[in-house]
């Protein structure tokens, strides 16, 4: 039996993120310290840094709070002592766990969802690797039934937090008994580079680390806020494929990205959203902050408020790119402040950006609580 489609929502969230902040100010400075004998690339640092539109992120590897001397991944690390691939999976595979669980188990207790409804898990990761994975790890420790079907979703860039969302909705929508649990867990900090070059130091000023989860099924009644979930696109833009490369190298992942990324976004992804929505309104905005210069072009050619963009650029502004992950934060610092405020239902739209280039989005609708059986009908009405 299937889902109406109109039904399926997220049902609860969860974040999380290591103990470590990392203050950008400070990170700037131990970084023009590391750069003292390329002043070129230390004004160009201390540019970046300052304009990327991040004050503060996560790490899990506390070296990165070293002053220059002794940060193994500054630029004034040699190749002899910057950590090699081995050592930086070693720390993904030690940390990644805990964080993915403590996520996971947030938004269990936020949807109200036992773990033994999970029908199905998707985990998403693009900064680490090892086997037997994290999904198996999480199903030992949070007590999933063995016999669920498990889904990694490995090494797909940002976009694929969302992506995992719309496959979800997929799977709820062709089985009338599926919860699907959403895990994502990257670790970026720990693929920051010794170098000085621009691309290592642009990668290197707006990347954080954390995990995000959710808990996707049959969404009425409720008596928690929750988003509606609607139709999905997923797209390969054009001739982009160079744009965004992600490599493995000796000493963790080489990320390249091209300073043309927000004008392609900006050219190809207006119609992108037309196909899609149509003429709709769209008053919810949940843009993922790949960079401030994706948020803006997109506030640019969509006429957005600042109101709209605001928890897009909160969330790089307070964690920095998470990858996959940092799609979750945005939805519920939206969430959050649609609860606060007393929002009635209000529709939108959902986007993030991959290598690819891709392009995942989906329509979202928050839907207010409702408190009271009585009250179903209204929440029939406020769907998607």
């Known amino acids: ?17 290591p103990p470590h902040l990392v203050d950008q100010a400070d990170t700037a400075r131990r970084l023009v310290d590391a750069l003292s004998d390329k002043p070129d690339s230390a004004r160009w640092g201390r540019r970046i840094f300052k304009q990327c539109g991040v004050q503060s992120r996560y790490t899990c590897e506390p070296n990165l709070l070293a002053e220059a001397a002794e940060c193994r991944y500054l630029p004034s690390a040699s190749p002899e002592t910057a950590p090699s691939t081995a050592e930086r999976m070693g720390i993904y595979k030690r940390e990644s766990v805990p964080l993915g669980l403590h996520a996971a188990r947030q938004a269990l207790a936020d949807g109200e969802v036992d773990a033994a409804e999970i029908t199905h898990l998707i985990t998403v990761s693009c900064t680490g690797q090892f086997l037997p994975g994290m999904d198996a790890a999480i199903i030992y420790q949070l007590g999933l039934a063995p016999t669920i079907t498990r889904i990694p979703l490995n090494f797909l860039g940002c976009a694929a937090g969302l992506k995992a969302i719309g496959l979800s909705r997929q799977i709820v929508s062709n089985d009338n008994n599926a919860n699907v649990l959403v895990v994502c867990v990257e670790l970026c900090t720990l693929h920051i580079q010794p170098s000085g070059d621009k691309e290592s130091l642009f990668a290197a000023s707006f990347f954080g ?19 509606a979930l609607g139709e999905e696109r997923s797209v390969l833009l054009p001739e982009c494929a160079e744009e965004m490369v992600w490599e493995v190298g000796n000493h963790g992942f080489d990320l390249y990205l091209s300073p043309h990324i927000p004008k392609l976004i900006g050219e190809f992804i207006p119609a992108e959203v037309k196909q899609l929505c149509g003429d709709e309104a769209l008053d919810l905005w949940a843009i993922h902050p790949g960079g401030k210069g994706i948020i803006d072009i997109l506030q640019n050619k969509f006429e957005l408020t600042d109101v709209q963009t605001s928890h897009s650029l909160g969330v790089l502004r307070d964690y920095g790119n998470v990858s996959s992950a940092t799609i979750l934060f945005v939805l519920n610092a939206m969430r959050s402040h649609l609860q606060e405020t007393g929002s009635e239902r209000v529709g939108g739209i959902a986007l993030a950006f991959g290598p690819g280039l891709t392009a995942e989005m989906i329509k979202i609708a928050y839907v207010p609580a409702v408190l009271t059986g009585d009250q179903e009908q209204m929440a029939d009405e406020a769907y998607v």
């Open 1 to 17: 039996m299937k889902h109406s489609q109109s039904s399926i929502a997220i049902l609860g969230i969860g974040t999380a993120v």
């Open 209 to 227: 680390d954390g995990a995000s989860a959710c808990v996707i099924g049959e969404g009425k009644p409720h008596h928690k806020p929750i988003f």
